[in-house]
């Protein structure tokens, strides 16, 4: 047997095919809750042609759509088969065996996977048990020999998101220290943080910003992302990404999503309807929510309650949703953790789980 480099051989890692979700409401995954349309669909389906389908796909028309949208040049965009690829390769340009690099804890479960596949060191800040980043250490954990900072803005599982002042203060340190900042912005269009992260590219050549289409955009299964950065950094991360990798269903959809955006704005404001519907619904039960700037909300179990026995029989009514323990760091501890979609599916939700809640005493 041809042995693997020995930080491949040692890497653990979690499978998941998926584990036939195609007949249950997923509120597991961060997903889109309810399909497109039939007419949405429809024109989706429209875009692709048996003559299409035997060609390498033209990547030129989401790059002028996204420019144009983004209000940046083109020159500053990269497109990825979704921002896990993204970050896979920003660490591959940048990142080399000894590497001091610097990420929270929890966050994204990719990342502590890539700096142990590349063999990083890796530094990681926690968070306070009100779930407060602990933002001053991070600042000072900062030197010269820190290769990166990766920061989930807002962050999973906590929700979380920096402050303008915060954000400043680390693009300033960082660019000091020489030091490549990556904001990942997976769930940004959630979110209000009080500033645009990508209008700092210009001033900044350390910052590196990844985005999906699988959140908001409802595109998990086409895979497709993106990188805001400055021109040269673009040229450097072009080099390491396979060519032809993102796909025509990706492109074409994207392109619809963008030249349709209210599909995904009204999505988004049905999500925020929703989870203040969740939170009202949980406090008459003595509940609590744990809320934030993402698609999900954790539902605090109490200790009189079992989270894994409640997520098991929220799965035999249909629904499969994330609870403590389930092998990634994803829910905040006591909790489960629920992806939102519109009021109408989060009723139906909410009726189940007030019924099977008291089924979960130990």
Do not use: W
């Amino acid at each position: 047997m041809i042995e693997p480099r020995k930080n491949i051989r040692n890497l653990d890692r979690m499978k998941d095919f998926g584990s036939d979700r195609e007949h249950i409401v997923r509120l597991d995954k961060n997903e889109r809750v309810v399909p497109f349309t039939k007419k949405q669909f429809s024109a989706m389906i429209s875009l692709i042609n048996a003559d299409l389908l035997t060609i390498y796909p033209d990547q030129n028309p989401l790059y002028a759509k996204l420019s144009s949208f983004l209000g940046t040049d083109v020159k500053n965009i990269l497109l990825t088969p979704g921002s896990d690829s993204a970050i896979k390769t920003i660490f591959e340009t940048y990142v080399s065996a000894g590497d001091q690099v610097i990420y929270p804890d929890p966050t994204y479960a990719m990342v502590d996977v890539y700096a142990h596949m590349f063999e990083a060191d890796a530094k990681k800040i926690g968070y306070t048990p009100d779930l407060k980043f602990r933002f001053s250490e991070l600042m000072d954990a900062i030197s010269s020999r820190t290769r990166l900072v990766y920061i989930a803005n807002p962050n999973q599982p906590t929700s979380t998101i920096l402050s303008k002042d915060e954000f400043e203060a680390l693009l300033k340190k960082t660019a000091l220290t020489g030091t490549l900042l990556v904001i990942d912005e997976a769930y940004i269009d959630f979110a209000d943080t009080g500033y645009d992260a990508p209008g700092y590219i210009g001033a900044y050549d350390n910052l590196v910003i990844t985005r999906t289409f699988s959140k908001a955009y409802g595109l998990a299964s086409a895979r497709l992302g993106y990188i805001i950065t400055q021109a040269k950094n673009v040229d450097f991360l072009f080099r390491v990404k396979p060519l032809a990798d993102v796909n025509l269903f990706a492109l074409k959809y994207g392109e619809f999503l963008i030249d349709n955006n209210e599909i995904v704005t009204s999505y988004v404001e049905s999500v925020r309807k929703a989870k203040e519907l969740i939170r009202k619904r949980t406090a008459r039960l003595g509940l609590t929510c744990i809320d934030g700037h993402t698609n999900f909300i954790h539902i605090k179990i109490p200790e009189t309650h079992d989270g894994n026995v409640i997520a098991k029989k929220l799965k035999d009514q249909g629904y499969v949703v994330r609870s403590t323990g389930m092998g990634l760091p994803a829910v905040i501890e006591g909790c489960i953790r629920i992806t939102v979609g519109p009021e109408k599916e989060m009723r139906k939700f909410l009726d189940i789980f007030e019924k099977i809640l008291p089924e979960g005493k130990k």
